[in-house]
């Protein structure tokens, strides 16, 4: 009798298994909330909303901040820098309990879908695009090109890819965005001979490490020092030494694996699916003529990107604008491939439907979070702890507070999100202790950082699904350098506190 054999779980099951230990947390963690404040520009008033859904809207000056130990100044409520509502310290209460039971848990993920429709969106625009641009033969003649232009010196499409990305991460937070990357490169990097493994690591750490160190991002650094009432250069000299050395290590682990890969792939940890891997993103890849028309197609796909980029840090853009921008991009595309109407319909459609599976793994991650929001525990976790923290050493604070914030990472998935939310808390708590506040500030983008590389509720488990690969995999390949990244960081921290 033929054993069967044991494969890990799919994107999907993980993703359902940790929504039901969301669901299980509602019934043990004692539910409760802080009073949160935001600002109402239509009536230039503070509107404050208690935990018992009582709302008082006072006055809108720094007389009230001080009142309510916000150290922040009223300027930023004011001028949009803090857009979000913000914890008030000293607020929490114990609510009653709101446990999420069977019909939430099938609810979450429909809602997790509705309210990540700007990113889905944003995905099958890109995955019609990517199907149309295929049609054309243009990137497989650009594959070619690469590869010959490469030819012996392959690991510099690992050190620039990494490079580019991890700009992107630092200065405006490129993340989600990076999704649209993975069939495109994928490709190339195989055929350059290595993995998929080495193409999602490029890629994904590159974002990871520049988002972890944070410089201009105003999703993460930005709107966290704004909380904190402190300007977002303090602590960025540190930061940026901190990037470096990250990176370097980064790359130097990267490249390390590639060329074992490359060598031999039998040292690859997708070497027993590299046949089907390679079929999906492989068969097809053969020598094309690179003619203008291809070239035209391929500098417009291009800087289709680096517009999309420009229009998310110059003009505000989000999903939308940049959903809107590459339908129009397909359909220039493809009027210059002259493949006709009806293939470009059918082959956009097609395209987009490729990409259904990662669709859906980013709405059932969104699940996640909405089970916990629901369920009032997040809150409660951020009150425990905050007071687990309490009255510490400077250095031991530093230190636990990466892991507190690795572990309110996996709750809060936003960097936005956990900035608003936990600062205001966690600020004050560093002046008891000598802490300068961009300490902590730094403390929580390492730790969601880190938390980044490995949590199922973020992109990770999305962009696995976009080229085949399980989790088991990645967790295989990046666990090591996991725990590099955090050595560094933590010695970052040290730093910070005792010599700048």
Excluded at 41 to 70: R, W
Aim: negative net charge; proline residues 3%.
């Amino acid at each position: 009798m033929k054993k069967r054999k044991i494969t890990f779980p799919s994107a999907f099951t993980v993703l359902f298994i940790v929504l039901l230990l969301a669901a299980s947390l509602t019934y043990y963690v004692n539910a409760g909330s802080y009073a949160k404040l935001a600002y109402d520009k239509g009536s230039d008033v503070l509107v404050e909303t208690f935990p018992n859904g009582e709302v008082k809207e006072p006055e809108a000056t720094q007389a009230t901040l001080d009142e309510l130990k916000i150290s922040n100044d009223i300027s930023k409520f004011k001028d949009g820098s803090i857009n979000k509502p913000i914890a008030i310290p000293g607020t929490y209460e114990k609510l009653e309990a709101n446990p999420q039971g069977i019909r939430e848990i099938l609810l979450a993920p429909i809602q997790g879908v509705e309210d990540s429709i700007g990113i889905i969106l944003f995905v099958f625009m890109i995955g019609g695009v990517l199907g149309v641009v295929t049609e054309s033969g243009a990137i497989n003649a650009g594959i070619a090109s690469l590869s010959r232009v490469t030819k012996g010196h392959e690991y510099l499409l690992i050190v620039f890819v990494t490079f580019l990305v991890a700009l992107g991460g630092t200065t405006f937070g490129l993340a989600e965005e990076t999704i649209a990357f993975y069939p495109i490169l994928i490709p190339v990097y195989l055929a350059a001979g290595y993995d998929a493994l080495v193409c999602i690591a490029a890629i994904y750490m590159g974002s990871s490490i520049g988002t972890m160190f944070s410089t201009t991002n105003p999703f993460s650094v930005v709107i966290g020092s704004n909380a904190a009432g402190i300007s977002f250069s303090e602590g960025m000299s540190i930061r940026i030494i901190g990037l470096i050395l990250a990176f370097v290590i980064t790359i130097v682990y990267i490249v390390r694996y590639a060329n074992k890969v490359k060598k031999d792939p039998r040292h690859s940890l997708l070497f027993d699916v590299k046949e089907e891997i390679e079929a999906l993103f492989k068969k097809d890849i053969k020598e094309e003529p690179f003619t203008a028309r291809r070239v035209c197609i391929l500098v417009l796909f291009v800087c289709s990107f680096a517009l999309m980029i420009f229009g998310v840090v110059k003009l505000g853009w989000w999903f939308e604008e940049m959903s809107a921008l590459f339908m129009v991009v397909g359909i220039i595309i493809g009027v210059i491939s002259g493949i006709g109407e009806k293939k470009f319909v059918n082959t956009f459609v097609a395209g987009a439907a490729d990409l259904m599976g990662v669709a859906l793994v980013i709405g059932i991650a969104r699940s996640v979070n909405i089970i916990l929001e629901n369920g009032l525990v997040s809150d409660s976790i951020l009150y425990s702890l905050s007071n687990f923290v309490t009255g510490m050493s400077a250095n031991v604070f530093a230190i636990l507070m990466v892991f507190v914030f690795m572990i309110l990472g996996f709750f809060i998935s936003s960097s936005s999100g956990l900035m608003t939310l936990s600062i205001p808390i966690m600020a004050p708590l560093a002046d008891a202790v000598g802490v300068p506040r961009d300490v902590v500030i730094t403390a929580c983008i390492f730790g969601q950082g880190l938390m980044s590389f490995i949590t199922p509720t973020g992109l990770i488990l999305a962009s696995l699904e976009m080229v085949n690969v399980t989790y088991n995999k990645w967790l295989r390949f990046v666990i090591p350098l996991l725990g590099m990244i955090a050595a560094l960081a933590v010695a970052i921290l040290l730093i910070e506190i005792n010599f700048f």
